[in-house]
């Protein structure tokens, strides 16, 4: 009876102490409960200010990166190769995105600044950056994840950013057009034209019939050589070319016409030709920023019906020139190419001579041979909008000027050019022209 007494009064003693603390807990507990209900309205404007700015950052991250501004920044891209590291950033990703599962087995593609940020990282469709980007990578367990990734670039494969497409708008300030631009707009072929695209062309004038299948074939007449001021009949020739896209070679042909002047009206007059025609081998290409032209002929007695004078006259025995080409973009419509080069051509003159004891006989006797060197300019202006409405041209070869023009009449379809030869010191061989003009409709048919 005594000791249950005893377990009375020591349970009672407890309770006794017991008392003040759990009075002070009720108190305290209270109290904290009283400040959380005061502070929870001011945590609650917190966490919906954090929300705005990460949805505005996402925004911001969204709207505002141009793919077009990569192309010339300090910014690189690269495919990431070492495996144990791409399943790192996989898992990282994958914690924060699940749906990125469905890119499994993905290349990772990373697109970081030359500093060593991390800008952009890419599985397959599935693209994380900004906010996003810096959370998963803080959160990953790996803490050197960031750094491994900015340096990983060092031993993975290179994504080239820069689309050689993309040109900013000039349209004030010229600029060098590329070797394809040059190409497309000053020699175009059919398929690679942009302005009248087709499957076949064809392209009839007094002097030249070009006709082509395709980009690659086609074939051309052409009569005269240009290259050296000897447009139409003047040089007494006639070329039958194969066409290889842009590269040409055949055969050349003397020329039977041309034999007296012609004139249509005052004072548009096609001269006689004073050089006889000659047959060999032609071959030119351009290739936009080289070109050049190659041509070996010889004059037989067979093609003595075809000298104006057979008397006395003179031929072309070979010509070559070689140049270096470029365009400039003066805006978007109005485009200037320059041809710089060096050509030679020789001119052999001939004439019939009576057989020694025999004069009523004749031969063919060759002169002693010309070779002509000089330099060979030509500047090419072209008006392009929606079609290639007007063209100009001012070549200098052999102390003679040519200017030829061309202009649309039906967009495509009709035009008419003029070539002008002007001799700059006059004539002082019996050879050459005074001065030549040639005028021609002009017919493009695509088909």
Known sequence: MGVQKREWVVSLGCLVLALPWMAYGQIAGGVAAGRQ??????????????????????????????????????????????????????????????????????????????????????????????????????????????????????????????????????????????????????????????????????????????VRIGPTWGGEIRLGADEVNNPFWANGTVAALAVHGRYRFGIVLPLGIGGSSFEVFHPLLFRERRLAGTRGFLGEFDAGSVGGTFSITRFSSSDLSTAPDPHTFAFVSGRANIYYSFAVALDPDHLARAKIGIGVHRITPAGLIPV????????????????????????????????????????????????????????????????????????????????????????????
């Open 37 to 210: 209900a005061e502070t929870r309205p001011l945590r609650d404007s917190l966490q919906r200010v954090v929300e705005e700015v990460d949805l505005l950052q996402h925004f911001l991250e969204a709207s505002t990166v141009d793919p077009s501004l990569l192309y010339h920044s300090r910014i690189r891209a690269w495919v990431l190769n070492n495996p144990v590291l791409k399943d790192s950033l996989f898992n990282a990703l994958l914690q924060a995105d699940s749906s990125l599962e469905a890119e499994a087995g993905s290349d990772a593609e990373i697109l970081g600044t030359l500093q060593g940020d991390i800008v952009q990282v890419r599985f397959g469709t599935a693209v994380f950056k900004g906010v996003t980007l810096r959370r998963a990578l803080a959160r990953s367990q790996d803490a050197s994840l960031y750094r491994r990734l900015a340096e990983s670039h060092r031993y993975s494969r290179d994504v080239e950013l820069r689309d050689p497409t993309f040109r900013f708008a000039t349209p004030l300030q010229p600029e060098l057009m590329t070797t394809q631009g040059l190409l497309r707009r000053f020699n175009p072929i059919t398929g690679d034209d942009a302005v009248h695209p087709a499957t076949g062309s064809l392209d009839l004038s007094l002097d030249r019939l070009l």
């Open 356 to 447: 020694p004891g025999n004069p009523a006989e004749e031969y063919v006797g060759l002169g002693g041979h010309r070779n002509i060197v000089s330099p060979y300019l030509k500047i090419e202006y072209l008006r392009h909008e929606t079609s290639e409405s007007f063209r100009a041209s001012l070549q200098y070869y052999d102390l003679a000027l040519m200017l030829a023009g061309a202009m649309e009449i039906v967009p495509g379809v009709l035009g008419i050019e003029a070539k002008y030869v002007w001799p700059l010191q006059g004539t002082s061989e019996p050879w050459e022209y005074p001065e030549f003009f040639l005028i021609s409709p002009t017919l493009h048919i695509t088909f």
